[in-house]
């Protein structure tokens, strides 16, 4: 058997499943947002691998489209951890499941 | 002295020190404080004793001393022996000052014998006091410039000089570090020979060695950064926690016991006293230096007047003085020294007390490195020039 | 690379990948998460090159390993340490029922879809031409790239910004403070004796 | 491959000791006669792992004993001088030592990581050797993305520097690795932007290919951006954890940072890879600004990794001796320094480099004018930005003079300070200020 287009995207299924879980279950908000990088990974993963395997017009866009989402990322967790910084301020918690001033 | 709950807590924060858990003080702002125990076993704590800060983050809210670790009781002891036996505790009080307090003990036991000191003893004496500042000024800018980080170069290079005077102290009376060498009423020995010529090589040697250093460290941008504006303390606060030596002059102040109140002939020599601007951890840095070069300009007086005569008064002993009290003080390399003795006209002191210008000075820590850095803190502690013999005794 | 070699190296690093991102799942601790995920990335960066995109697997190892979980453990420290169990939500249970669903969907696309003419070819010199796309092809998208990295990092300043009065006093400050606001007149406190006046007993000062 | 005409009769042979990579590569054709691919790739990497282990293990035996003797030079003693020859075995004996003693673990250490991080602190310490070119064919992996790898991986230690603090459960420790890694993503900064330099001027992300764009031009690169060079020599400094730069592991203050737990052998690796760095650092050092293996056609009759020994050494002394002979900085005076002096300036030089790289090539400026104009031009900028930095980042606290009245006459308390200092005549002493 030769390892192909269909495992590297039965891989990256399975890790952005795992990172999704790890999201929507986490309890602290660093811990949501590692789930959150593990999904984004995943799409990665599979965008590489179509640059290798799928067709040749997008080898080189699939790459740049990969560079965005790694910038992007770095952009959110930023964000991301200068809020549950913010909010563990203002709460004294970074637990979401505590977090609740918009439930009215 | 130290009460059972005083020893308990101790023991306590010291199983605390070792385990060296992170325990956690919940200030409820957000920010978590972290104690730390620097000591009693540190790299910057010159010995055994221990600073506890409260940090939040790098920044020290809180500081703490603890000290008592090296407490050898002297002052009792000194209480069952004669008081020529004490001499050699003196020595180990200031052991980076040995000189010094031997002198300090000794007028405070003439002071109270009512012996006339012979002069060439008093030359000898201002001779060895001095020589014994440039040897404890050197210990303390390079441990000083180490505690800002320097990689032991300029501690090494000051060894050098220092090694040089104690190697005089070793040809004079046969020790290096705890010299026991004055006596009640003069010296225990006269100089040797080969003493004045060494000195003079020294005295020559010592003008270039001091300019090296000057062009190492004097406008080094870093140790600038690291000391300027660090540890300030104004000489208001410093006169009232009664502050001595070098750390009271870098505020300002110009108070030194050899003018002030001279005492062993220092009235007779010419000398200026250097003091600082802004009290702050370079200043003491800079009065070190400059006080050095005094020393030397005092050395040299020294040997082109040294009288003649004995060198040792006639004191029985075991002298009996009558019953009363005496105080003496000089200037230590780190301060205002003084001993306090009463006599009750037995052949030892009724009591035997020290006043230690690095206790008195290490007060000012906690004024000085609350708001600063760690890092400061360690420069500023450093920069007081404590020796942990003296603070406990 | 032939076959063995490269067989070998996609299930261990597909195993270290899965095996980091599930050890995220049960580990306790949170900065031992961050470790596993470390862990994850460095397995992915791994298959990067298995799939011959060198380009990609140096910046997810410059940007992941040597940045995010860097900032991440930096979070996790900042907060204090009750705050650093991994534990789950209530809602867990129902995620997971979710999660298996999207994964039944997602490994059935995967693995039954044609994905037509399966080609075999890397690129080479992906640096450069992903160099040259990005400031033809793809210029405006780089530079809204560049913008919302920009307006991040202030974002992020600005919201994890201190306010003045919590921030860190400075010895020098805190001595200003003090001078301005001392009301000992300096001219009240005691002048030591000069040398003239005799001086037996007592410490002054 | 132009650098090696001098002989060209024995070019290629494996007694050529000029290029050791032809031996390496004998073995490896020799292989593919009769195996398969992939135990010749895999020879390969043990090769050159080898090769690589094989030189820096008796180099850093070696270099122990020269940092501690020239150390010692500079403090006017012998340094070791007991055990072997000139106490050239101290380093072995030093090691054996540390090898048999006990290794402690603190009870409250988090046991896994704690054990972890001297064995992974060796795999950057490794894998930053692959890409540090010995010769026109003598790197064991010459990547055309070797410049960032080389960032990727000396970011990834970082993180095992972490590891070990935070693992061991104490305090200094603890300090350090946040020392550590605060300051390791910040000068990361300064690194990238002065490395980006030199790939925008030179056209290649490729470490050799940058050594032989300064061969094909005959100029070496700190001539041209020697700020990015001092940039990077500091920034490298820091991420070094060496004086001036050495907060994560500041002996006065944190007595040993984030290693303070680790004792023995445990110890000794992290000794050893923060050593190694040092040498690597300096090999890129000598790399990238200072001409790597070519040295203006005497790489044709010297081997050129002999050449890059010695300008390795020689920026190996530099660090030495900053070493020995600077304070350390504060926490946040080093990192004032990295984001307010080191990230403007090495940016501004990004974009000359860029500006000038237009020049040449798309202008079509004649390089053997205009890269000496360029290089005076840059010097003249550099001395500029760093007069302005300093003018502009001095604390106020250095502004002003410190000075040294003396007291002759007035003795007392706050009364005479008063007097003292209303003297009008100049201080007898006085230093720094503007």
């Given at each position: 058997?030769?390892?192909?287009?269909?495992?590297?995207?039965?891989?990256?299924?399975?890790?952005?499943?795992?990172?999704?879980?790890?999201?929507?279950?986490?309890?602290?908000?660093?811990?949501?947002?590692?789930?959150?990088?593990?999904?984004?990974?995943?799409?990665?993963?599979?965008?590489?691998?179509?640059?290798?395997?799928?067709?040749?017009?997008?080898?080189?866009?699939?790459?740049?489209?990969?560079?965005?989402?790694?910038?992007?990322?770095?952009?959110?967790?930023?964000?991301?951890?200068?809020?549950?910084?913010?909010?563990?301020?203002?709460?004294?918690?970074?637990?979401?499941?505590?977090?609740?001033?918009?439930?009215? | 002295?130290?009460?059972?709950?005083?020893?308990?807590?101790?023991?306590?924060?010291?199983?605390?020190?070792?385990?060296?858990?992170?325990?956690?003080?919940?200030?409820?702002?957000?920010?978590?404080?972290?104690?730390?125990?620097?000591?009693?076993?540190?790299?910057?704590?010159?010995?055994?004793?221990?600073?506890?800060?409260?940090?939040?983050?790098?920044?020290?809210?809180?500081?703490?001393?603890?000290?008592?670790?090296?407490?050898?009781?002297?002052?009792?002891?000194?209480?069952?022996?004669?008081?020529?036996?004490?001499?050699?505790?003196?020595?180990?009080?200031?052991?980076?000052?040995?000189?010094?307090?031997?002198?300090?003990?000794?007028?405070?036991?003439?002071?109270?014998?009512?012996?006339?000191?012979?002069?060439?003893?008093?030359?000898?004496?201002?001779?060895?006091?001095?020589?014994?500042?440039?040897?404890?000024?050197?210990?303390?800018?390079?441990?000083?410039?180490?505690?800002?980080?320097?990689?032991?170069?300029?501690?090494?290079?000051?060894?050098?000089?220092?090694?040089?005077?104690?190697?005089?102290?070793?040809?004079?009376?046969?020790?290096?570090?705890?010299?026991?060498?004055?006596?009640?009423?003069?010296?225990?020995?006269?100089?040797?020979?080969?003493?004045?010529?060494?000195?003079?090589?020294?005295?020559?040697?010592?003008?270039?060695?001091?300019?090296?250093?000057?062009?190492?460290?004097?406008?080094?941008?870093?140790?600038?950064?690291?000391?300027?504006?660090?540890?300030?303390?104004?000489?208001?606060?410093?006169?009232?926690?009664?502050?001595?030596?070098?750390?009271?002059?870098?505020?300002?102040?110009?108070?030194?016991?050899?003018?002030?109140?001279?005492?062993?002939?220092?009235?007779?020599?010419?000398?200026?006293?250097?003091?600082?601007?802004?009290?702050?951890?370079?200043?003491?840095?800079?009065?070190?230096?400059?006080?050095?070069?005094?020393?030397?300009?005092?050395?040299?007086?020294?040997?082109?007047?040294?009288?003649?005569?004995?060198?040792?008064?006639?004191?029985?002993?075991?002298?009996?003085?009558?019953?009363?009290?005496?105080?003496?003080?000089?200037?230590?390399?780190?301060?205002?020294?003084?001993?306090?003795?009463?006599?009750?006209?037995?052949?030892?002191?009724?009591?035997?007390?020290?006043?230690?210008?690095?206790?008195?000075?290490l007060s000012a820590l906690k004024e000085m490195s609350i708001g600063g850095t760690l890092a400061d803190a360690i420069v500023t502690l450093g920069s007081i020039d404590i020796v942990v013999g003296e603070i406990d005794r | 690379m032939s076959d063995f070699g490269f067989h070998l190296a996609f299930w261990a690093l597909a195993a270290m990948t899965l095996g980091g991102a599930s050890m995220i799942l049960i580990s306790r601790n949170l900065i031992h998460a961050v470790i596993w995920l470390v862990m994850s990335m460095l397995g992915i960066a791994g298959l990067y090159l298995t799939l011959s995109a060198d380009f990609i697997a140096v910046v997810q190892v410059l940007i992941y390993v040597g940045a995010i979980s860097v900032l991440m453990l930096f979070a996790i420290m900042l907060t204090p340490r009750a705050e650093r169990d991994n534990s789950q939500t209530k809602i867990s249970a129902p995620a997971g029922l979710v999660v298996l669903l999207v994964m039944i969907a997602t490994m059935w696309v995967a693995v039954d879809t044609d994905w037509g003419p399966v080609r075999d070819g890397a690129l080479t010199e992906q640096a450069r031409l992903i160099g040259e796309s990005l400031i033809k092809h793809y210029i405006l998208p780089f530079e809204i790239g560049a913008?919302?990295?920009?307006?991040?990092?202030?974002?992020?300043?600005?919201?994890?910004?201190?306010?003045?009065?919590?921030?860190?006093?400075?010895?020098?400050?805190?001595?200003?403070?003090?001078?301005?606001?001392?009301?000992?007149?300096?001219?009240?406190?005691?002048?030591?004796?000069?040398?003239?006046?005799?001086?037996?007993?007592?410490?002054?000062? | 491959?132009?650098?090696?005409?001098?002989?060209?009769?024995?070019?290629?042979?494996?007694?050529?000791?000029?290029?050791?990579?032809?031996?390496?590569?004998?073995?490896?054709?020799?292989?593919?006669?009769?195996?398969?691919?992939?135990?010749?790739?895999?020879?390969?990497?043990?090769?050159?792992?080898?090769?690589?282990?094989?030189?820096?293990?008796?180099?850093?035996?070696?270099?122990?004993?020269?940092?501690?003797?020239?150390?010692?030079?500079?403090?006017?003693?012998?340094?070791?001088?007991?055990?072997?020859?000139?106490?050239?075995?101290?380093?072995?004996?030093?090691?054996?030592?540390?090898?048999?003693?006990?290794?402690?673990?603190?009870?409250?250490?988090?046991?896994?990581?704690?054990?972890?991080?001297?064995?992974?602190?060796?795999?950057?310490?490794?894998?930053?050797?692959?890409?540090?070119?010995?010769?026109?064919?003598?790197?064991?992996?010459?990547?055309?993305?070797?410049?960032?790898?080389?960032?990727?991986?000396?970011?990834?230690?970082?993180?095992?520097?972490?590891?070990?603090?935070?693992?061991?459960?104490?305090?200094?420790?603890?300090?350090?690795?946040?020392?550590?890694?605060?300051?390791?993503?910040?000068?990361?900064?300064?690194?990238?932007?002065?490395?980006?330099?030199?790939?925008?001027?030179?056209?290649?992300?490729?470490?050799?290919?940058?050594?032989?764009?300064?061969?094909?031009?005959?100029?070496?690169?700190?001539?041209?951006?020697?700020?990015?060079?001092?940039?990077?020599?500091?920034?490298?400094?820091?991420?070094?954890?060496?004086?001036?730069?050495?907060?994560?592991?500041?002996?006065?203050?944190?007595?040993?940072?984030?290693?303070?737990?680790?004792?023995?052998?445990?110890?000794?690796?992290?000794?050893?890879?923060?050593?190694?760095?040092?040498?690597?650092?300096?090999?890129?050092?000598?790399?990238?600004?200072?001409?790597?293996?070519?040295?203006?056609?005497?790489?044709?009759?010297?081997?050129?990794?002999?050449?890059?020994?010695?300008?390795?050494?020689?920026?190996?002394?530099?660090?030495?001796?900053?070493?020995?002979?600077?304070?350390?900085?504060?926490?946040?005076?080093?990192?004032?320094?990295?984001?307010?002096?080191?990230?403007?300036?090495?940016?501004?030089?990004?974009?000359?480099?860029?500006?000038?790289?237009?020049?040449?090539?798309?202008?079509?400026?004649?390089?053997?004018?205009?890269?000496?104009?360029?290089?005076?031009?840059?010097?003249?900028?550099?001395?500029?930005?760093?007069?302005?930095?300093?003018?502009?980042?001095?604390?106020?606290?250095?502004?002003?003079?410190?000075?040294?009245?003396?007291?002759?006459?007035?003795?007392?308390?706050?009364?005479?300070?008063?007097?003292?200092?209303?003297?009008?005549?100049?201080?007898?002493?006085?230093?720094?200020?503007?």
């Amino acid at each position: 058997m030769t390892i192909g287009l269909e495992h590297y995207l039965a891989l990256g299924a399975l890790l952005f499943c795992i990172g999704f879980f790890i999201a929507l279950s986490k309890k602290n908000a660093v811990g949501v947002l590692i789930g959150v990088e593990l999904m984004l990974n995943a799409v990665n993963l599979t965008l590489v691998a179509f640059s290798r395997f799928g067709s040749a017009e997008v080898a080189l866009s699939t790459q740049v489209f990969v560079v965005f989402i790694i910038a992007v990322a770095a952009a959110e967790v930023a964000v991301g951890l200068a809020l549950a910084l913010v909010v563990y301020r203002n709460r004294q918690t970074i637990s979401v499941d505590r977090t609740t001033l918009l439930k009215g | 002295m130290t009460t059972a709950d005083d020893t308990r807590s101790m023991m306590d924060d010291s199983r605390l020190a070792m385990q060296g858990t992170i325990e956690a003080l919940d200030s409820g702002d957000g920010s978590e404080p972290v104690v730390v125990n620097l000591g009693p076993q540190h790299p910057s704590t010159h010995g055994v004793f221990r600073l506890k800060v409260t940090l939040d983050g790098e920044i020290v809210r809180d500081a703490e001393m603890r000290i008592g670790y090296l407490h050898r009781s002297m002052e009792k002891l000194a209480e069952e022996r004669t008081y020529t036996q004490n001499i050699p505790f003196t020595d180990r009080i200031d052991y980076l000052a040995a000189m010094s307090n031997n002198l300090a003990y000794c007028l405070a036991a003439e002071e109270l014998l009512g012996v006339e000191v012979p002069p060439r003893a008093n030359a000898i004496r201002v001779m060895f006091a001095e020589l014994q500042r440039v040897a404890s000024h050197a210990m303390a800018n390079g441990t000083f410039i180490n505690d800002c980080g320097a990689w032991h170069t300029p501690l090494f290079h000051m060894f050098r000089d220092r090694e040089r005077v104690l190697d005089m102290f070793e040809m004079t009376c046969g020790a290096r570090l705890t010299t026991n060498y004055m006596r009640i009423g003069g010296v225990a020995f006269d100089l040797p020979d080969e003493l004045l010529p060494t000195l003079e090589q020294f005295l020559a040697d010592m003008p270039e060695n001091i300019a090296n250093y000057e062009a190492l460290l004097m406008e080094n941008e870093i140790l600038h950064a690291r000391a300027r504006g660090v540890g300030v303390i104004s000489p208001e606060m410093a006169i009232n926690s009664s502050l001595s030596g070098p750390v009271l002059r870098a505020t300002g102040v110009p108070w030194d016991l050899r003018k002030a109140n001279p005492y062993s002939g220092y009235e007779d020599y010419e000398f200026d006293v250097p003091v600082g601007e802004q009290g702050d951890c370079f200043d003491r840095f800079l009065v070190r230096m400059a006080e050095v070069k005094q020393s030397l300009r005092i050395l040299r007086q020294v040997i082109d007047n040294l009288p003649d005569g004995p060198w040792l008064a006639d004191v029985p002993l075991h002298a009996r003085p009558e019953p009363g009290e005496s105080y003496a003080r000089v200037e230590s390399p780190r301060g205002e020294l003084g001993f306090y003795l009463v006599s009750d006209g037995g052949p030892a002191p009724y009591r035997f007390h020290c006043r230690p210008p690095s206790l008195i000075n290490l007060s000012a820590l906690k004024e000085m490195s609350i708001g600063g850095t760690l890092a400061d803190a360690i420069v500023t502690l450093g920069s007081i020039d404590i020796v942990v013999g003296e603070i406990d005794r | 690379m032939s076959d063995f070699g490269f067989h070998l190296a996609f299930w261990a690093l597909a195993a270290m990948t899965l095996g980091g991102a599930s050890m995220i799942l049960i580990s306790r601790n949170l900065i031992h998460a961050v470790i596993w995920l470390v862990m994850s990335m460095l397995g992915i960066a791994g298959l990067y090159l298995t799939l011959s995109a060198d380009f990609i697997a140096v910046v997810q190892v410059l940007i992941y390993v040597g940045a995010i979980s860097v900032l991440m453990l930096f979070a996790i420290m900042l907060t204090p340490r009750a705050e650093r169990d991994n534990s789950q939500t209530k809602i867990s249970a129902p995620a997971g029922l979710v999660v298996l669903l999207v994964m039944i969907a997602t490994m059935w696309v995967a693995v039954d879809t044609d994905w037509g003419p399966v080609r075999d070819g890397a690129l080479t010199e992906q640096a450069r031409l992903i160099g040259e796309s990005l400031i033809k092809h793809y210029i405006l998208p780089f530079e809204i790239g560049a913008v919302l990295l920009t307006a991040a990092l202030v974002g992020a300043i600005a919201l994890a910004r201190q306010d003045e009065e919590d921030g860190p006093v400075h010895a020098a400050s805190l001595q200003a403070e003090l001078d301005g606001e001392t009301s000992i007149d300096p001219a009240d406190v005691i002048d030591p004796p000069l040398a003239s006046e005799p001086s037996d007993g007592g410490t002054t000062s | 491959m132009s650098g090696l005409s001098g002989f060209s009769s024995v070019l290629g042979a494996w007694y050529d000791f000029r290029d050791l990579n032809n031996l390496q590569r004998l073995i490896t054709e020799w292989i593919a006669e009769w195996g398969p691919d992939w135990i010749a790739s895999i020879v390969t990497g043990v090769l050159g792992a080898l090769a690589i282990l094989g030189v820096i293990g008796p180099t850093l035996l070696i270099l122990i004993w020269v940092e501690r003797k020239v150390i010692a030079r500079f403090q006017q003693r012998y340094g070791p001088n007991r055990v072997g020859p000139k106490g050239l075995l101290q380093p072995v004996a030093d090691a054996v030592k540390l090898i048999l003693k006990e290794q402690l673990a603190p009870r409250s250490a988090d046991k896994l990581l704690f054990f972890l991080p001297p064995v992974l602190i060796f795999v950057p310490g490794i894998l930053i050797w692959g890409v540090l070119p010995f010769g026109p064919r003598m790197s064991v992996a010459d990547l055309n993305v070797g410049v960032l790898f080389l960032l990727a991986v000396s970011g990834t230690a970082v993180l095992v520097l972490f590891m070990a603090g935070w693992s061991s459960n104490n305090k200094y420790a603890l300090f350090g690795a946040m020392r550590a890694v605060a300051m390791s993503i910040s000068y990361e900064v300064p690194m990238v932007l002065a490395l980006l330099t030199l790939v925008v001027f030179s056209g290649t992300m490729s470490v050799n290919g940058i050594v032989e764009w300064q061969q094909q031009e005959d100029v070496i690169f700190i001539l041209l951006f020697p700020l990015s060079a001092v940039a990077f020599f500091f920034a490298a400094s820091a991420e070094l954890n060496r004086t001036p730069a050495d907060i994560s592991e500041a002996e006065s203050e944190i007595v040993a940072g984030y290693h303070t737990e680790y004792s023995g052998m445990r110890f000794g690796l992290f000794y050893a890879v923060e050593l190694g760095n040092t040498l690597v650092v300096s090999g890129f050092i000598a790399t990238f600004f200072l001409g790597g293996w070519w040295l203006w056609g005497l790489d044709q009759w010297v081997p050129s990794w002999i050449i890059l020994l010695v300008k390795t050494g020689a920026v190996y002394f530099l660090l030495i001796w900053t070493r020995g002979t600077l304070p350390r900085l504060r926490v946040d005076q080093l990192m004032g320094f990295c984001w307010k002096a080191l990230v403007p300036a090495t940016l501004l030089f990004v974009v000359v480099a860029f500006v000038e790289r237009t020049l040449l090539i798309s202008e079509g400026w004649d390089t053997t004018v205009a890269l000496p104009i360029m290089a005076v031009f840059n010097i003249a900028l550099t001395l500029g930005a760093v007069m302005l930095f300093a003018r502009v980042s001095r604390p106020a606290a250095l502004r002003r003079p410190a000075r040294i009245r003396m007291a002759g006459a007035e003795i007392g308390g706050l009364r005479a300070a008063r007097q003292v200092a209303s003297r009008t005549e100049e201080p007898q002493f006085q230093v720094g200020g503007d």
